[in-house]
């Protein structure tokens, strides 16, 4: 992990081993990352059949409420992560960047279905071959599309990622990224 | 006072536009003065990938056009290949066909009344209606283990065969289903903010809905008797005892009654269906690599959302020369500029949920 | 069992019909697996479509499709074609009528007549640059505007050509 | 025997901590409250995996939103972006101080009354003061300088103010009874009648109970924040601490309005059949609890009618008010007033 290059597309912190935490701040840093885990607000906006799912998920049987995130915020302003679920077309990848780049900062992608992940089963003239071409992906659940559970195991994946993260360092060098 | 109106942009992504689509209005305070949806964000080019990928390739992409009711799909298509190829699948087969197809009728139309209560704002009908929708997936689960890009139904028959268990399962979750529809009609029915939010809403007449094209549960709401189920039976739908709804005022609230009955209608198929198995066997031979001779044909089904057609050209080798879908949500999204002129805002988006569109069968 | 009527035996009522208005406008027919094709020249389309319209009683237009032949089309044909399939609901009869088309010479559109022919003729613009005269705004439905090509030609590579993003 | 320091001191602080802590803790047990029985409602389970059954899951939103990036749109106005939240949260907080909790507990020589400030006008305080949260959000909506936002502050300005007329008619009626709008005044005025006013006057709590909906932009009247429509309504741009100030004075204005209802119409404190003898030992439990009890049963109505009613269209909503509840009021009013000198 130390020797290869940093891949660019990752978050500089989320990814490097769990090195020492800042000492003075071991517990804001646990407690942060705690409410981030718990109130993780997905952006309720699906691209295609990954997003029946992505509601079955959030409806009675396989409920995400259960983890605190059943607020479906539909403005990117209040939303904490943005599930792309669904195919990424060349005519909507610049709204997708743009609705990415407007969401408020600590904020997570999870890349749902193959589509969203590498362009799925369409290799055509329209269709962007992965999302994370153009915004960094925390965590890609594969699928077409993935089952509720699938996206509740990456959704989990997910909250133990920014468990291990170290808000206070994001927040005392905003641009340590 | 220079009098000008709000360009307002439905963009496309937003709560209640069922997926990527965007809507150019422009509204004077709250009024729709004009309204032009813009299509072709989730365009993937299906037509242009088909014609590289062998007959029974394309099947399961088909799941992913209308994605909230991929089997269909999948029958509108391999109706159409069976008519160019001259095969016979057997009565067992078609039977069974029947039985899935209905049940993916009863799913769509869960999911319609879930998403059209939850842009009006009942949104505690949207999990009643999921959840009852949960329980057709477990059907289609263990049929072929998919829950929603179902490819159940193959070119020549069914993959695989009803045994009598998952017969007996089927109708167990039929007699659960009535409860939890007549329980979404006490909620919605004589609700007085629900009327007054779809009666007289995006009225359309009979003789506009045919010029528009409109087909399905749009269409019969405006009284024309129109089911290709009943008027070009397919797969042996003749066989079948059942009556297609009407309504007259051809308003949102005709709609919903409309598909609320479909759904009884659908589970009275898929009951007689069980009941009346043919034995013999699920489908038929089918070459592994299928050559068609020269040919074209176009075959059109009763989706749930409406005239479901295929053209498929054949050129001798075994991949199509070139293949048409006729999408039902593609021409009834036209005439929603029609019903929503003069109409309010908030309305706009009731009418649109009312059209049952998905965006994957617009754009292809 | 319900009211079903009997569908009508062959096409001849139809065909007679718009020979006897239009002589000389049919130029082939071909019937085969329970559907009719008819071939028409592009000159009087327009008056066709009306006449099936009004008097025959073709009141749905289902789909207009297009069709390219390839950069070498088969002898006797030419390179693009336009398909109407309309449809009666008086005694549920389907045709088609194929039409011949070229970049050069757009053919009439057919909106006047169905208005489910607008995006109809959006689409085959957008995927084969087939042109129609009169339509109230030709531009493309699917792709940007500054798409360069028409992706449903058989020379159009699947991939695309600019490589895509 | 109370030294003064303690008395016209470290009390007073005591309260008025009190009146910052009440709404928020009340807040908080709504936000968990809400979350929990609708999703009951809807047959689906709820938090339950942050703290015991989901209890922690508020302070978990607040945190994260405490943490959140703020961002302020570049055409902003950026003065009143930043004064309405502010605005509608202070509003609110400040109607709390002149809500009477309990009756005043005799403490040796000094009698410990529960409430911060007594004014023989608190009812008009308690009005004026709640519906000056309108102007956040209309500040707020017109601020943020987008067309969802200006389309929710539009709807919310003419929506409260036709609301605000039959509330203060159905109020009058209750003045009228209890000759005077102090509040505690009206809890005693109910006392020594011995019925509450929701029961003399049935007409006047329900149109009341509406409009307090209403202008709370809560359940079938939420047009300003309606999500299918309006995208997140007025509170669009606002993202961190600031959404959290929107979302928060929501639900204490919620717990604002019922309280109110409590007060004006099911007798603040009073234990709920004073003069029946069977159930006298009810009068030993303390005012306070009574006053939660009841506040929580509305908090509860207020969330159940969100679940089950669509949302209303907005003509529909103003010809509701201006053709049936304000009329109603008014024709209540005389009505009241008849009997009451006819009787």
């Known amino acids: 992990m130390p020797g290869e290059p940093e891949p660019w597309n990752s978050r500089g912190t989320l990814n490097k081993p769990a090195s020492a935490p800042p000492f003075l701040l071991a517990k804001a840093d646990a407690f942060i990352a705690w409410a981030q885990k718990n109130s993780l607000w997905p952006f309720g906006s699906g691209l295609a059949c990954c997003a029946i799912e992505m509601i079955a998920t959030a409806a009675g049987r396989y409920d995400i409420s259960r983890f605190g995130m059943e607020l479906f915020r539909a403005s990117p302003r209040q939303a904490d992560l943005f599930i792309v679920a669904g195919t990424v077309t060349n005519k909507m990848a610049p709204v997708v960047r743009r609705l990415w780049e407007q969401m408020a900062d600590p904020k997570w992608v999870v890349a749902m279905g193959n589509c969203a992940v590498s362009g799925g089963p369409f290799p055509t003239y329209a269709v962007l071959q992965g999302v994370d071409k153009i915004i960094p992906v925390d965590v890609y659940v594969s699928g077409c599309p993935p089952t509720p559970q699938g996206l509740l195991h990456g959704l989990i994946t997910l909250q133990s990622k920014i468990a291990r993260s170290h808000p206070t360092r994001e927040i005392l060098k905003p641009d340590v990224r | 006072m220079a009098f000008k109106e709000i360009a307002l942009n439905m963009g496309p992504q937003h709560p209640s536009t069922h997926g990527v689509l965007r809507l150019k209005l422009a509204i004077d305070n709250e009024v729709v003065l004009s309204l032009e949806p813009v299509v072709g964000y989730l365009h993937r080019g299906m037509e242009k990938l088909w014609e590289s990928l062998t007959y029974t390739q394309i099947v399961p992409l088909t799941d992913r056009l209308d994605y909230i009711a991929a089997l269909s799909n ?201 009941a009346r198995l043919p034995g013999g066997d699920f489908t038929a031979k089918v070459p592994r690599i299928l050559r068609i001779p020269p040919a074209e044909v176009f075959q059109t089904i009763e989706a749930p959302k409406g005239e479901l057609g295929f053209y498929i050209k054949s050129n001798g080798t075994d991949k199509p020369e070139r293949v048409k879908m006729k999408s039902p949500s593609f021409i009834n999204l036209m005439s929603l500029a029609h019903m929503s002129r003069g109409n309010l805002f908030s309305d706009v988006v009731g009418i649109l949920g009312s059209l049952d569109i998905v965006l994957g069968e617009i754009d292809k | 069992m319900s009211d079903r009527p009997a569908l009508l035996p062959g096409f001849e009522d139809i065909l007679a019909a718009l020979e006897g208005r239009f002589p000389g406008a049919v130029l082939a027919v071909e019937a085969a697996r329970g559907e009719c094709s008819v ?106 505007e500054e798409f360069d090509g028409h992706p449903l030609r058989k020379d159009f590579p699947l991939g695309g050509r600019s490589g895509g993003l | ?200 006057l049935p ?47 929501e639900y204490a204005h919620m717990v604002l309005a019922s309280s109110l209802v409590v007060i004006l119409f099911f007798g603040g404190w009073l234990p709920p059949f004073p003069n029946v003898r069977a159930f006298a030992f009810l009068g030993a439990v303390p005012g306070f609890v009574w006053y939660l009890v009841k506040i929580m049963f509305f908090l509860y109505l207020y969330v159940w009618i969100r679940a089950t009613f669509p949302r209303y269209r907005f003509d529909s909503l103003i010809r509701l008010v201006w053709k049936w509840l304000i ?6 009013f005389l009505a009241v007033v008849a009997l009451r000198y006819l009787l």
Request: aromatic letters at 12%.
């Open chain 2, 74 to 274: 999948n029958l509108g298509f391999v109706l159409a290949v069976e008519k160019l190829a001259g095969l016979e699948v057997p009565p067992r087969g078609r039977y069974i066909r029947v039985a899935l197809a209905e049940l993916q009728r009863l799913a769509s139309h869960l999911a319609w009344v879930g998403f059209q209560a939850n842009d009006i704002g009942a949104m505690s009908v949207l999990l009643y209606a999921f959840e009852a929708r949960e329980r057709v997936l477990d059907l289609f689960e263990e049929y072929i283990g998919a829950r929603l890009t179902v490819h159940g139904i193959r070119i020549g028959g069914v993959p695989r065969d009803f045994d009598p268990e998952f017969v007996r399962k089927i109708e167990r979750t039929l007699d659960g289903l009535p409860a939890t529809i007549r329980n979404i009609e006490l909620l919605l029915n004589e609700n007085r903010i629900w009327q007054e939010r779809t009666r007289g809403v995006g009225v359309v007449g009979a003789a506009e809905a045919v010029d528009f094209g409109l087909t399905g549960p749009p269409l019969r709401a405006t009284g024309v008797r129109w089911d290709i189920r009943m008027d070009v039976p397919y797969s042996s739908y003749e066989d079948f005892e059942f009556d297609v709804p009407l309504a007259e005022h051809g308003d949102v609230y005709d709609r919903y009654l409309v598909r609320m009955e479909e759904m009884r209608q659908s589970m009275r198929i898929v009951r007689q269906a069980l």
């Open chain 3, 39 to 144: 071939r028409v020249g592009p000159e009087r389309l327009a008056d066709i479509l009306k006449f099936l319209k009004a008097e025959q009683g073709f009141a749905a237009l289902q789909d207009m499709i297009g069709l390219d032949r390839g950069p070498a089309p088969p002898a006797g044909a030419g390179r693009f074609a336009v398909l109407y399939q309309i449809y009666r609901p008086a005694d549920r009869r389907r045709l088609r009528l194929s039409v011949e088309a070229d970049e050069a010479n757009p053919l009439p559109s057919a909106v006047a007549t169905w208005r489910s022919a607008d995006w109809a003729e959006r689409e085959i613009f957008d995927m084969f640059g087939l042109r129609f005269a009169g339509h109230p705004g030709l531009r493309r439905i699917y792709l940007d």
């Open chain 4, 1 to 200: 025997m109370m030294s003064p320091f303690v008395a016209d001191g470290l009390i007073p602080l005591a309260k008025i901590l009190a009146v910052i802590l009440y709404p928020m803790l009340m807040v908080i047990v709504m936000i968990w409250l809400e979350r929990r029985v609708v999703a009951w409602i809807q047959g689906r389970v709820g938090p339950n995996r942050v703290g015991f059954q989901g209890i922690l899951q508020p302070f978990a939103d607040a945190v994260k939103l405490f943490f959140k990036e703020d961002i302020i749109q570049r055409r902003a106005d950026r003065f009143l972006f930043n004064i309405s939240p502010v605005l509608v949260m202070f509003s609110t907080l400040l109607a709390f101080c002149f809500l009477p909790l309990g009756e005043s507990i005799r403490l040796g020589n000094y009698t410990l009354d529960l409430w911060v400030a007594r004014s023989p006008v608190g009812l008009l305080l308690v009005l004026g003061l709640s519906s000056i949260s309108v102007f956040g959000v209309i500040f707020g909506g017109w601020a943020s300088n987008s067309k969802y936002p200006l389309m929710g502050a539009l709807r919310s300005v003419v929506q409260v103010l036709s609301y605000e007329i039959p509330v203060g008619m159905t109020v009058l009626t209750v003045v009228f009874f209890a000759r005077s709008m102090d509040l505690v005044r009206v809890i005693e005025r109910q006392k020594e009648a011995g019925v509450w006013y929701g029961f003399m």
């Open chain 4, 203 to 249: 007409v006047s709590f329900l149109v009341f109970w509406i409009s307090a909906i209403a202008e709370t932009n809560r359940a079938p009247f939420d047009l300003p924040e309606a999500e299918s429509e309006l995208v997140a309504g007025y509170h669009t741009e606002y993202s961190g601490m600031k959404f959290a100030f929107f979302y928060m004075a």
């Open chain 4, 327 to 332: 009329p109603l009021a008014f024709v209540n």
